[in-house]
T-cell receptor, first 111, second 110 residues
Framework: DAKTTQPPSMDCAEGRAANLPCNHS???????VYWYRQIHSQGPQYIIH???NNETNEMASLIITEDRKSSTLILPHATLRDTAVYYC????????????FGTGTRLTIIP | DTAVSQTPKYLVTQMGNDKSIKCEQN?????MYWYKQDSKKFLKIMFS???????INETVPNRFSPKSPDKAHLNLHINSLELGDSAVYFC?????????FGPGTRLTVL
């Protein structure tokens, strides 16, 4: 699976959009970009995933660059409950995929 | 209803003991996993089972033995516990698009 690079930490004001970047310059054509988050002391939670098109669901939007070498997770109106570690994961094993978690980005929402 | 549940939530035990952690999912999924999150917060996969068959075994010491009595359950048995086994263990099951994680079991070996 391709390696990902994320900033170790970010702050965002409550109510503003939180934009979390991820670099995956060695991504292969059949690899998906997944985002999970882990709120303190809880199990990781799936947010969104995509292959090459931008995706949106009730939690977030995922913007993938045309060359697929980077992506951005957008939380449109961040709340205090969005404070968590966010993991960007690239994997091709869509069947029985194993998720390889990096160090992620610790996002802190500031009141 | 809890989708993926684990028991116990906390487990404190002495070195050398044998212990088990239980996991159950009520989502009807075929594939389940065990992950370990150490004190530095690195989250690593240990095992994966599909319909009671071992699919992934990530070079985990053979003191760790997963057991899947049916596809809704994946238990983790650990023999001869060592200090380094102290961690949070997460069970997960795989849906069509994502993995669903349990709340974790914090194991402390003294």
């Amino acid at each position: 699976d391709a390696k990902t690079t994320q900033p170790p930490s970010m702050d965002c004001a409550e109510g503003r959009a939180a934009n979390l970047p991820c670099n995956h310059s060695t991504i292969s054509g059949n690899e998906y970009v997944y985002w999970y988050r882990q709120i303190h002391s809880q199990g990781p939670q799936y947010i969104i995933h995509g292959l090459k098109n931008n995706e949106t669901n009730e939690m977030a939007s995922l913007i993938i660059t045309e060359d697929r070498k980077s992506s951005t997770l957008i939380l449109p109106h961040a709340t205090l409950r969005d404070t968590a570690v966010y993991y960007c994961i690239v994997t091709a094993n869509f069947g029985n995929e194993k998720l390889t978690f990096g160090t992620g980005t610790r996002l802190t929402i500031i009141p | 209803d809890t989708a993926v549940s684990q028991t116990p939530k906390y487990l404190v035990t002495q070195m050398g003991n044998d212990k088990s952690i239980k996991c159950e999912q009520n989502l009807g999924h075929d594939t389940m996993y065990w992950y370990k999150q150490d004190s530095k917060k690195f989250l690593k996969i240990m095992f994966s089972y599909n319909n009671k068959e071992l699919i992934i075994n990530e070079t985990v010491p053979n003191r760790f033995s997963p057991k899947s009595p049916d596809k809704a359950h994946l238990n983790l048995h650990i023999n001869s516990l060592e200090l380094g086994d102290s961690a949070v263990y997460f069970c997960a099951s795989r849906g069509p698009n994502e993995q669903f994680f349990g709340p974790g079991t914090r194991l402390t070996v003294l």
